[in-house]
């Protein structure tokens, strides 16, 4: 038998344990409001629920600094002149309907705080907004809580926390609100099913934050209010019931339906609750952000090498090559370039690796390997849903059952709107569910942080990364040498002479990806200025793009990169960068451009004539190029030839040719694939069934190389550097009859005895790793020929050496005399 000590020691662990025990979450809907302050309106404030409710901002409110990071306050942006545009991006202003009192919406009358709606279908709707009084926000006869921090600082009589309404928006009294009334120091409640306003008295200190709560218990008919978890008031015989469900519902934060009586203040983590979360008084709770918890520490991020060729150390010599691979992709590493071109290696097409498409099929692709070896290529398909398929070869792939089905497939790993808009990567920072990142438009509401532990099962963060929407794939890597993720986004800001669409890429740049991407706002008057300087399209500023209730692209409030030169024809532009940081090397950034030559608008009536429909081609042709990098900041493209052309491939006429993003590598070959298809962009004609995927193979390191002559010898030097190691290794290819030979020379361009260039050992032969080799005794031998078949007692007596460990950690130079060769890296190894 127990003794009672044992027993009431069994009984205390239990009732720890139930008490200690995790609560089941009832969260209807979160804001944390935590988006950058002076954010767009049209920008969207994320919700933080697993409901996905998300509001966008109007001209009525904006984020202002909060308890917990940032908060709404229904302040009014600074006035701005409209431009003329299109009614379903709100740039024409519209007269109430016939039998109705209230204008529909435009950016004329978008003078609310922050809202979702189901009406106002005359205008764009992208961020995928939900039907407020189909959810339990729609208050009724239930537990529920309504909680939030409010900080006081204006004293108007009435101001609205929020309002649900069953619409049509100010013709229907039937809503439900809760308002703050200063006159009375009273919180006042709305329903339809109240005979009067309920009142609740109220204790708030001006320019002070308080946590707030309602809450609501069905059973009892009564609402309890809380201000900083102390009871201040309690109303009982409340009956309450839910709005009916209607097609133009909607729900005003900050502002009542009509988008007047604002809020006297700021207001913070709002939360609906489906329970009755404070049953006694309690502690008013930390931020329900995980990132203002304590204990939260972000990725301690992996840290490469300095960078030798950034804009702050490329003049700085001796250079501090050390033992680092250095690919001649461009003159960065030389002092004097001879006769010599820097070449574009197109790769070996291949065999097809995924054909008989049938449905949607996007042609952004990524290619990744995985931990295990197996080779996955990602995309979108129905509703841009995204998918996978994978091979083990990297020629036979399939279609893996993921257990996610939808429309025919059942190889979904995202079954969201995401368009394959991103590319999935596995990042060296990341951790156990964090191991995978996938950085994407969605819902066409922003970009969006998804996370994997695997890359088959994925988690959206619930904050966009970036609150502007994106027009095609993002494209992102971490940089160890920067410590710092990159990515590349198209914008469609800018326009072409003739007025057609300029596309152009944008680059942003965060330490941290579970928050936001911070930009300077610009004004309508910085974009007047700036108009001045570039080709912008209307409306300006360019939040206005979208509508009121759609993000606007991409502006001008980050660098651009990747806009067409003076050297491309009129009208041509960059559809995708697909910029990566190459895995094999340091200080290497390799970029493959998506190129577009447009038909229409631009160029003499010779040109534009092609897009006409009877000729069946559509508005151009698209092929891939490369661009170089030596911090992924600043790029050099080459225009020709193609890295991927169109042209006839495996009974395919190829009129697109998309390169996917990433590469794979097997021994010293580089796998890489692309998207092909028959027809043109917007084709009035298509050829679904001959869509395909495609693999493509490059040498290791082979994007560029030098190339020199083969009619003469050619000669290059690098600039000043000291190095690490005792053997130079060359990825290099001569042909049959071209050579190279490589010398050191000190500081001062004396050749060093023994290490001369006129000391090596001709390189001829094609090599990935060719080790480097002198003769140092070659002044002992003059006029020798030797003969095919002859006596080796010359030979013997020759010393030779690969071992350069004598000159590391000296100031030399390298000078490489060379013809007819392909010369494309360097290293210095210890072997």
Same mark, same amino acid.
């Given at each position: 038998?127990?003794?009672?000590?044992?027993?009431?020691?069994?009984?205390?662990?239990?009732?720890?344990?139930?008490?200690?025990?995790?609560?089941?979450?009832?969260?209807?809907?979160?804001?944390?409001?935590?988006?950058?302050?002076?954010?767009?309106?049209?920008?969207?404030?994320?919700?933080?629920? &697993?409901?996905? *409710?998300?509001?966008?901002?109007? *001209?009525? @409110?904006?984020?202002?600094?909060?308890?917990?990071?940032?908060?709404?306050?229904?302040?009014?942006?600074?006035?701005?002149?409209?431009?003329?545009?299109?009614?379903?991006?709100?740039?024409?202003?519209?007269?109430?309907?016939?039998?109705?009192?209230?204008?529909?919406?435009?950016?004329?009358?978008?003078?609310? &705080?922050?809202?979702?709606?189901?009406?106002?279908?005359?205008?764009?709707?992208?961020?995928?907004?939900?039907?407020?009084?189909?959810?339990?926000?729609? *208050?009724?006869?239930?537990?529920?809580?309504?909680?939030?921090?409010?900080?006081? !600082?204006?004293?108007?009589?009435?101001?609205?926390?929020?309002?649900? @309404?069953?619409?049509?928006?100010?013709?229907?009294?039937?809503?439900?609100?809760?308002?703050?009334?200063?006159?009375?120091?009273?919180?006042?409640?709305?329903?339809?099913?109240?005979?009067?306003?309920?009142?609740?008295?109220?204790?708030?200190?001006?320019?002070?934050?308080?946590?707030?709560?309602?809450?609501?218990?069905?059973?009892?008919?009564?609402?309890?209010?809380?201000?900083?978890?102390?009871?201040?008031?309690?109303?009982?015989?409340?009956?309450?019931? +839910?709005?009916?469900?209607?097609?133009?519902?909607?729900?005003? %934060?900050?502002?009542?339906?009509?988008?007047?009586?604002?809020?006297?203040?700021?207001?913070?983590?709002?939360?609906?609750?489906?329970?009755?979360? #404070?049953?006694?008084?309690?502690?008013? $709770?930390?931020?329900?952000?995980?990132?203002?918890?304590?204990?939260?520490?972000?990725?301690?991020?992996?840290?490469?090498?300095?960078?030798?060729?950034?804009?702050?150390?490329?003049?700085?010599?001796?250079?501090?090559?050390?033992?680092?691979?250095?690919?001649?992709?461009?003159?960065?590493?030389?002092?004097?370039?001879?006769?010599?071109?820097?070449?574009?290696?197109?790769?070996?097409?291949?065999?097809?690796?995924?054909?008989?498409?049938?449905?949607?099929?996007?042609?952004? *692709?990524?290619?990744?390997?995985?931990?295990?070896?197996?080779?996955?290529?990602?995309?979108? &398909?129905?509703?841009?849903?995204?998918?996978?398929?994978?091979?083990?070869?990297?020629?036979?792939?399939?279609? $893996?059952?993921?257990?996610?089905?939808?429309?025919?497939?059942?190889?979904?790993?995202?079954?969201?709107?995401? @368009?394959?808009?991103?590319?999935?990567?596995?990042?060296?920072?990341?951790?156990?569910?964090?191991?995978?990142?996938?950085?994407?438009?969605?819902?066409?509401?922003?970009?969006?942080?998804?996370?994997?532990?695997?890359?088959?099962?994925?988690?959206?963060?619930?904050?966009?990364?970036?609150?502007?929407?994106? @027009?095609?794939?993002?494209?992102?890597?971490?940089?160890?040498?920067?410590?710092?993720?990159?990515?590349?986004?198209?914008?469609?800001?800018? !326009?072409?002479?003739?007025?057609?669409?300029?596309?152009?890429?944008?680059?942003?740049?965060?330490?941290?990806?579970?928050?936001?991407?911070?930009?300077?706002?610009?004004?309508?008057?910085?974009?007047?200025?700036?108009?001045?300087?570039?080709?912008?399209?209307?409306?300006?500023?360019?939040?206005?793009?979208?509508?009121?209730?759609?993000?606007?692209?991409?502006?001008?409030?980050?660098?651009?990169?990747?806009?067409?030169?003076?050297?491309?024809?009129?009208?041509?532009?960059?559809?995708?960068?697909?910029?990566?940081?190459?895995?094999?090397?340091?200080?290497?950034?390799?970029?493959? $451009?998506?190129?577009?030559?447009?038909?229409?608008?631009?160029? $003499?009536?010779?040109?534009?004539?092609?897009?006409?429909?009877?000729?069946?081609?559509?508005?151009?042709?698209?092929?891939?190029?490369?661009?170089?990098?030596?911090?992924?900041?600043?790029?050099?493209?080459?225009?020709?030839?193609?890295?991927?052309?169109?042209?006839?491939?495996?009974?395919?006429?190829?009129?697109?040719?998309?390169?996917? !993003?990433?590469?794979?590598?097997?021994?010293?070959?580089?796998?890489?694939?692309?998207?092909?298809?028959?027809? #043109?962009?917007?084709?009035?004609?298509?050829?679904?069934?001959?869509?395909?995927?495609?693999?493509?193979?490059?040498?290791?390191?082979?994007? %560029?190389?030098?190339?020199?002559?083969?009619?003469?010898?050619?000669?290059?030097?690098?600039?000043?550097?000291?190095?690490?190691?005792?053997?130079?290794?060359?990825?290099?290819?001569?042909?049959?009859?071209?050579?190279?030979?490589?010398?050191?020379?000190? &500081?001062?361009?004396?050749?060093? +005895?023994?290490?001369?260039?006129?000391?090596?050992?001709?390189?001829?032969?094609?090599?990935?790793?060719?080790?480097?080799?002198?003769?140092?005794?070659?002044?002992?031998?003059?006029?020798?020929?030797?003969?095919?078949?002859?006596?080796?007692?010359?030979?013997?007596?020759?010393?030779?050496?690969?071992?350069?460990?004598?000159?590391?950690?000296?100031?030399?130079?390298?000078?490489?005399?060379?013809?007819?060769? +392909?010369?494309?890296?360097?290293?210095?190894?210890?072997?």
């Amino acid at each position: 038998m127990l003794n009672h000590n044992v027993l009431f020691a069994v009984i205390l662990f239990f009732y720890v344990t139930l008490l200690s025990a995790p609560k089941e979450d009832h969260t209807v809907s979160l804001w944390l409001f935590d988006e950058q302050c002076d954010l767009y309106p049209s920008q969207v404030l994320e919700n933080s629920s &697993a409901h996905n *409710l998300p509001l966008v901002l109007g *001209l009525g @409110g904006r984020i202002v600094r909060g308890k917990f990071g940032n908060a709404l306050q229904p302040l009014m942006h600074p006035e701005i002149r409209l431009p003329d545009g299109e009614r379903k991006f709100g740039l024409v202003k519209l007269d109430p309907p016939p039998g109705r009192t209230i204008a529909p919406l435009t950016w004329y009358n978008a003078e609310f &705080a922050a809202l979702m709606t189901s009406g106002e279908t005359h205008l764009r709707k992208e961020v995928g907004f939900k039907r407020p009084t189909a959810t339990a926000m729609n *208050l009724g006869d239930f537990d529920w809580t309504v909680e939030f921090w409010f900080y006081l !600082h204006r004293d108007t009589d009435t101001g609205t926390v929020f309002e649900i @309404g069953a619409g049509p928006r100010g013709e229907n009294e039937k809503v439900t609100r809760l308002s703050l009334n200063l006159k009375n120091n009273s919180f006042n409640f709305l329903n339809p099913m109240i005979q009067s306003t309920v009142t609740l008295p109220t204790k708030l200190t001006f320019k002070k934050w308080h946590h707030v709560a309602f809450v609501h218990f069905a059973d009892e008919e009564k609402i309890d209010h809380f201000v900083d978890g102390k009871l201040l008031s309690s109303v009982n015989n409340v009956t309450i019931r +839910k709005l009916e469900s209607t097609e133009e519902d909607y729900m005003s %934060i900050g502002r009542d339906g009509l988008w007047e009586n604002p809020l006297q203040g700021k207001i913070d983590e709002l939360r609906f609750s489906a329970d009755p979360v #404070y049953t006694n008084e309690f502690n008013p $709770p930390p931020s329900f952000s995980s990132i203002y918890q304590e204990g939260y520490v972000a990725d301690q991020l992996a840290k490469g090498p300095p960078l030798l060729f950034d804009d702050e150390s490329k003049d700085d010599t001796p250079i501090q090559l050390g033992g680092r691979k250095h690919l001649f992709i461009d003159d960065a590493f030389l002092e004097t370039v001879g006769d010599v071109e820097f070449t574009v290696n197109p790769p070996e097409k291949k065999e097809l690796v995924i054909g008989n498409i049938k449905g949607p099929f996007r042609k952004h *692709l990524t290619v990744i390997e995985d931990e295990d070896g197996l080779i996955r290529i990602y995309n979108s &398909a129905h509703d841009d849903y995204m998918i996978v398929h994978t091979s083990r070869d990297g020629v036979n792939f399939k279609a $893996p059952n993921t257990g996610i089905t939808y429309r025919g497939r059942n190889n979904i790993v995202i079954a969201e709107p995401v @368009g394959g808009k991103g590319n999935p990567f596995i990042d060296p920072n990341g951790k156990d569910k964090h191991r995978w990142k996938y950085i994407s438009s969605y819902h066409n509401r922003g970009v969006y942080l998804y996370t994997s532990a695997d890359g088959w099962s994925w988690s959206r963060q619930k904050m966009a990364l970036i609150p502007f929407r994106s @027009g095609t794939q993002s494209c992102t890597f971490y940089d160890d040498q920067r410590q710092m993720y990159v990515s590349t986004h198209r914008t469609g800001i800018f !326009h072409t002479p003739g007025g057609a669409t300029q596309r152009s890429t944008v680059i942003t740049q965060a330490e941290n990806l579970f928050e936001p991407v911070k930009y300077e706002p610009l004004s309508q008057n910085d974009y007047w200025k700036l108009d001045k300087k570039y080709r912008l399209r209307e409306p300006q500023p360019w939040w206005l793009d979208n509508g009121p209730l759609t993000p606007g692209d991409f502006g001008l409030e980050f660098p651009h990169i990747f806009d067409p030169t003076l050297d491309d024809p009129v009208g041509m532009d960059i559809y995708i960068t697909k910029a990566i940081k190459y895995e094999y090397a340091p200080d290497t950034y390799i970029s493959f $451009p998506i190129t577009y030559f447009h038909y229409e608008e631009d160029g $003499p009536l010779t040109r534009q004539i092609l897009i006409d429909s009877t000729r069946l081609r559509g508005a151009g042709p698209i092929e891939t190029q490369i661009a170089v990098s030596r911090n992924g900041l600043n790029w050099t493209r080459y225009y020709q030839p193609a890295y991927v052309p169109i042209g006839k491939h495996e009974g395919i006429d190829v009129k697109t040719a998309y390169i996917a !993003h990433g590469m794979v590598r097997r021994g010293n070959e580089l796998w890489q694939y692309y998207f092909a298809e028959p027809h #043109y962009h917007s084709a009035w004609v298509k050829y679904d069934d001959k869509r395909a995927v495609f693999r493509l193979v490059q040498r290791l390191d082979g994007f %560029i190389s030098i190339d020199s002559p083969y009619e003469k010898e050619a000669v290059i030097q690098t600039k000043p550097f000291i190095f690490e190691g005792n053997r130079l290794v060359l990825n290099i290819d001569t042909d049959a009859v071209g050579y190279t030979q490589v010398g050191f020379v000190d &500081a001062h361009d004396n050749p060093i +005895k023994g290490f001369s260039v006129d000391d090596c050992i001709y390189i001829n032969g094609d090599f990935i790793n060719e080790k480097v080799e002198w003769i140092q005794n070659r002044e002992e031998f003059t006029d020798v020929s030797i003969g095919e078949g002859e006596s080796t007692e010359i030979l013997k007596k020759v010393k030779t050496t690969k071992d350069v460990s004598p000159l590391e950690g000296k100031v030399v130079k390298l000078v490489f005399r060379m013809r007819g060769t +392909k010369l494309y890296s360097m290293q210095f190894l210890n072997q």
